[in-house]
């Protein structure tokens, strides 16, 4: 096995086998053994070769070709043996109950501590101010009980090693729906993503400009009307300015419900990627698509012979699962065995592209994208319906459909620490960048840079970011580099061949607008996506994008990388101002252009004060300007100049000048930080586990340094 330094890291925290002391006691390649073994003894309830499917299932996972969803990882052959990583939980109007509100909660918590996440339709809830018949009193809403659930969650360690994710959807018809827009807004719920359940007829009254009703889930009347395009409103500032809430299309998904017998889909898994039917559960595994790249006769091509095989076994490998596993609650287990939903997906993606080399941005990756993804869903049906004339199809299938195995077969999830393990991408993301520094758990500085990105600067003989070819710069591009459009259309177009959904966040710049982020939810329901998650760089406090500004090579191996590449290339034209500052030393002259609404660079020349001032001034000036383009905020910079004083300052309008960078200072927080609207985006949310910057990809919040993820 080829595993990295970080890889190693992760699967030694999170995933290998501890003693009662917390020392590691089985390597990585025990793991993959261990998990093989248990999965292929489902094998002989159908009197298969359980030993050859243990030898197939090893190599292909130890050969980083698939890897299953983290608690088939850490759980299989162990006590806990629970496989699944999605449930959605049903919640009914009322206090206790089989599945009233407070049983919920408890089979919740059953969940988060088996590893797994959980999603829930509030609904069914009535509004808050409803008269509770049986007591008389008022009922608090669903909101109020989301706040319950949430602080439930903190207490309660998922699987032993983070706590546990939820979803939760309520329907745009939902009285209380304009509370739960907003209900993010003060920064609780944070073990809560949150999706509004859009409608067909909800769209309709937005196209069209119109009212639409409200209705009482408990008397099922209409209890009020709102302009659909003030709510659509709502939704898309909301998410402008917290990433919160996503839009799941209900219609859409139930369009595709495999059971409408058993009942309609009410809500998804923490990422929006699985729907499912209440008290369902799936499991979900990954090709990493980096492995099926190929030369022959000079010519890169995609190897889909090995891509058949691989998608045949994992196919294979994921039905196991739905035997094997152990269940925390008994109507899961009926629910799961009864339609063997298995989400077989993808990640790695960009690295295939990067290996083509073809952009992301581009009409070629998404004729990539079709291509290998309608691939794998008609190879994984031609698995689950091989698998079925042995095994039989699943029990709530609907005759005169086809016969299969599975009643859904793929899937794109999020693969955070999954593709930390294979050194791939994650999912179908492009890079969020190019490379990272990474400090483990001794404190060691560990550079990593994709490795594809680093042969592409070693067979050029890149020693500088500056020195990048441009067809280089067109490949290599990263999450914020990609128009918003291209994203959503990435997704639209790996939806079209998968089953369930697909998990993606298109990713905007700071400056994005709130017409930008409708444009894209408008999009995303134009091309039948059944979700969407965007989010603007910054709009969470602290979120942070390091950058680059230097690749220091020695001996042809590039030896140091200063923060996480973000390669911004300087537009032929930019718009700016210029303002004049009175210093000690004379009358100095800034002008700032302006990219994307942000300073961009930054030039300081001063009148008549000798040549080494004005070298000084000049020297200031591009030092902001590489710190600019590099990504490091305003506020960042404005805090290291202002203040710096000097041999003769002087007073002008406004306060007293210190010097010359104290003035450079000066001219950039009055242009962009006296409102007090700070960029955030470069101030570096912490990873809970590592303390290192957190990242916004894949409908979650993920830590690319030690693997964490929220969701």
Known sequence: MELSRNATEVLNRRYLKKDAEGNVTETPEDMFRRVARHVASAETIYSDNNILAEGTFYDMMTELKFLPNSPTLMNAGRELGQLA??????????????????????????????????GFSFSRLRPKGSIVGSTGGVASGPVSFMRIYNAATEEIKQGGTRRGANMAVL?????????????????????????????????????????????????????????????????????WKTGDPGVIFLDRINADNPTPHLGDIESTNPCGEQPLLPYEACTLGSINLAKFVTKIALKTIVDYDELKKITWNAVRFLDNTINVSKYPLPQIEEMTKGNRKIGLGV???????????????????????????????????????????????????????????????????????????????????????????????????????????????????????????????????????????????????????????????????????????????????DLSCKGVTVYRDGSKENQVLKTVTNIIQNDDAIVELIGSIRIKKRPETLTGFTTGIKTGMGQLYITVNEYEGQPFEVFATIGKSGRSTAAKAEAIGRLVSLALRSGVAVDKIVNQLKGIGGELPVFQKGGLVLSIPDAIGTVLENKYLSKKIHNHSFLGEKCPECGQVVVFEEGCIKCHACGFTKC
Request: some cysteine; proline content about 4%.
């Open 347 to 525: 990640m790695g993606f960009a690295d295939m592209l990067y290996q083509l080399e073809v952009p992301y941005n581009s009409e070629e990756a998404l004729e990539i994208a079709s291509d290998v993804m309608s691939f794998i869903s008609v190879k994984s049906y031609e698995a689950s319906e091989w698998l079925a004339r042995g095994r039989g199809t699943y029990p709530n299938h609907s005759k005169g459909n086809r016969e299969y195995r599975n009643a859904t077969v793929t899937t794109i999830a999020p693969t955070g620490t999954l593709s930390i393990i294979a050194g791939c991408s994650s999912g179908i993301e492009p890079l969020f960048a190019l490379g990272f520094i990474r400090t483990v758990m001794d404190n060691d500085n560990l550079v990593e840079i994709n490795p594809y990105f680093k042969k592409a600067l070693k067979d050029h003989g890149v020693r500088s970011i500056n020195d990048l070819p441009e067809n280089i710069r067109k490949i290599f591009v990263t999450a914020h580099d990609i128009a918003p459009e291209w994203h959503i259309r990435m997704q639209a177009e790996f939806q079209k061949y998968t089953d369930n959904a697909v998990s993606k966040t298109v990713n905007l710049p700071h400056s994005a607008t709130v017409e930008d982020v409708k444009n894209i939810y408008t999009i995303a329901y």
């Open 85 to 118: 990583a999605c449930f959605v939980l049903p919640i009914e109007d009322s206090i206790g109950g089989h599945s009233g509100i407070f049983s919920t909660l408890k089979n919740a918590a059953l969940i988060h501590k088996s590893g797994g996440g959980t």
């Open 171 to 239: 329907r745009v018809d939902h009285p209380d729906i304009m509370e739960f827009i907003h209900c993010k807004n003060d920064g609780s719920l944070s073990n809560f993503n949150i999706s509004v359940g859009i409608t067909k007829v909800f769209m309709e009254a937005v196209n069209h400009k119109q009212h639409y009703s409200l209705i009482n889930p408990h008397t099922n009347t209409v209890a009020g009307v709102l302009s659909a395009e003030s709510v659509y409103q709502a939704i898309v500032e909301q998410a």
